[in-house]
């Protein structure tokens, strides 16, 4: 049972005065069935549902009851109780204000609908940073979070992967993502959109200086075309590896997921040890080949050349370390 498809059905007939199981059904995207199941629970919870039969009949409210939900929605109703969660809210500071919200939240909540809640609540718990590695310190995350709500411009000194490593930038801040527990600013500078990781901000200044936030930007479609090209950018060749049994059970928890597909996908049998070669995608040879090391004896690069000769330069210079060349 969803609590916030009960959240949606009190909701709506306090919108709409008088609705059918039928129509609720085709509001809430579920069966005849299901919809009078909800109606019989939203009515077990206490709150004052009634049938009113005959043509033109359905259910509605008991005149003169209102939640005190108006205008919030499912959707908003339940961001609520998972923003109270661990993670990005305490990130931005506002864990709080999240807390105090979500306690007022369950305050006017029907008692049935109250339980329900503070179930969902007691079985969810979000750790968003990745395993194998420390949260991002990111001293100037509450700064962007002002920027992007005043629309206001800031001037940054950035570190970037690239020569000049250090830059200067000054940015109209159009939103903020969180991948995997790592923030990204997605700002603009000059006539160009560009994203920033926040934790390689070395320096930031908000200015007063204002601008106006493109009503046509989508921040979730840019974030999507960002990754979509981004992929695109990063795997520039491709190479032809052999994987032990055991090499291939290891191999999502060392390399990427696409990888991994690549290798599904293109795996062929070489023998009868259990041996396969598959074609994966590389970015640079330096970087496959310590990639690919990760994976030690259970596997051997075969093409292309010069990754096959890094690799085995590289256990060259390892056997040499430990005196074994």
Request: hydrophobic share 40%; aromatic share 8%; glycine share 10%.
């Amino acid at each position: 049972m969803s609590a916030g498809r009960l959240l949606s059905v009190l909701l709506l007939l306090q919108s709409r005065g008088r609705m059918s199981a039928r129509g609720l059904a085709e509001e809430l995207g579920v069966s005849v069935r299901t919809a009078y199941r909800d109606l019989a629970r939203l009515q077990a919870t206490g709150v004052p549902v009634y049938a009113e039969p005959g043509r033109g009949g359905g259910y509605q409210l008991l005149d003169g009851y209102r939640t005190r939900l108006t205008g919030m929605n499912e959707g908003e109703a339940r961001a609520l109780f998972f923003a109270g969660l661990p993670g990005p809210a305490a990130d931005l500071g506002l864990a709080a204000e999240v807390t105090a919200a979500r306690l007022k939240l369950l305050a006017a909540l029907p008692t049935g609908l109250r339980e329900e809640a503070a179930r969902s609540a007691a079985v969810f718990h979000v750790d968003a940073p990745g395993w194998y590695r420390e949260p991002e310190q990111t001293p100037y995350l509450s700064l962007f979070v002002d920027a992007v709500l005043t629309q206001r411009v800031v001037s940054v000194h950035y570190r970037r992967w690239r020569a000049p490593q250090e830059v200067h930038r000054r940015l109209r801040p159009y939103g903020l993502v969180v991948k995997s527990g790592i923030w990204y600013l997605v700002a603009a500078a000059e006539s160009r959109i560009a994203t920033y990781r926040v934790a390689q901000v070395l320096d930031a200044m908000l200015s007063d200086e204002r601008f106006d936030r493109p009503q046509d930007f989508d921040l979730g479609a840019y974030w999507t075309s960002y990754l979509d090209d981004f992929q695109t950018r990063r795997y520039t060749g491709t190479a032809t590896i052999r994987l032990s049994p055991r090499g291939r059970r290891r191999l999502p928890d060392s390399l990427p997921p696409e990888v991994v597909r690549a290798v599904d996908a293109t795996a062929t049998a070489v023998g009868d040890d259990g041996w396969v070669e598959a074609v994966v995608p590389t970015e640079s040879t330096g970087h496959a080949c310590g990639e690919l090391l990760r994976l030690g004896i259970d596997v051997e690069v075969v093409a292309p050349t010069e990754l096959r000769q890094a690799m085995a330069d590289t256990v060259g210079v390892l056997a040499g370390a430990y005196g074994l060349a």
